[in-house]
């Protein structure tokens, strides 16, 4: 097929593909390389979400939806995840899912695979929790 490129007719030999320039293929490489490298660069907490905004109940479980409140299900929560373990969460406690500590809320620490209340002494928790891990999270009995 002929092509007309600056005012003259050209054409390619069929098979032949078009070659790309060096800083094109370049550009390409860099490209996919931050595409897949930074999964999380538009969410600073990572793969569950940003919960910064979301109000904590540290010391009111009581209080309607913020991280720590009591819960029966995920649709009590502002977080959309209630911890439903007996063990950790005392049957219903609105928290967040992590894998690390960067993945919570400030003042919250990852332990479970769920954001818990940093303490370092039981007066760091609610009424009925108590400063679990070494002294680091506020858990359930």
């Not at 069929?14 to 390389?33: H, N």
């Not at 400030?106 to 002494?121: K, T």
């Not at 929790?129 to 359930?140: A, D, I």
Request: charged share 25%; glycine share 14%; proline share 8%.
């Amino acid at each position: 097929m002929a092509r007309k490129k600056n005012g003259r007719n050209f054409s390619r030999p069929p098979g032949r593909r078009r070659v790309q320039s060096p800083r094109s293929v370049i550009l390409g490489v860099l490209l996919a390389l931050v595409g897949t490298s930074c999964h999380e660069c538009g969410n600073p907490r990572g793969p569950y979400g940003d919960y910064d905004d979301v109000p904590q109940c540290r010391f009111d479980p009581d209080c309607a939806g913020g991280m720590g409140a009591l819960c029966d299900d995920d649709g009590d929560c502002e977080s959309g995840f209630c911890c439903e373990d007996d063990g950790n969460c005392g049957g219903g406690m609105c928290t967040a899912p992590c894998d690390v500590d960067a993945h919570c809320p400030p003042e919250m620490l990852c332990e479970h695979h769920r954001c818990f209340f940093a303490c370092d002494d039981g007066d760091g928790c609610a009424d009925g929790m108590s400063c679990e891990h070494g002294n680091t999270v506020c858990e359930w009995p």
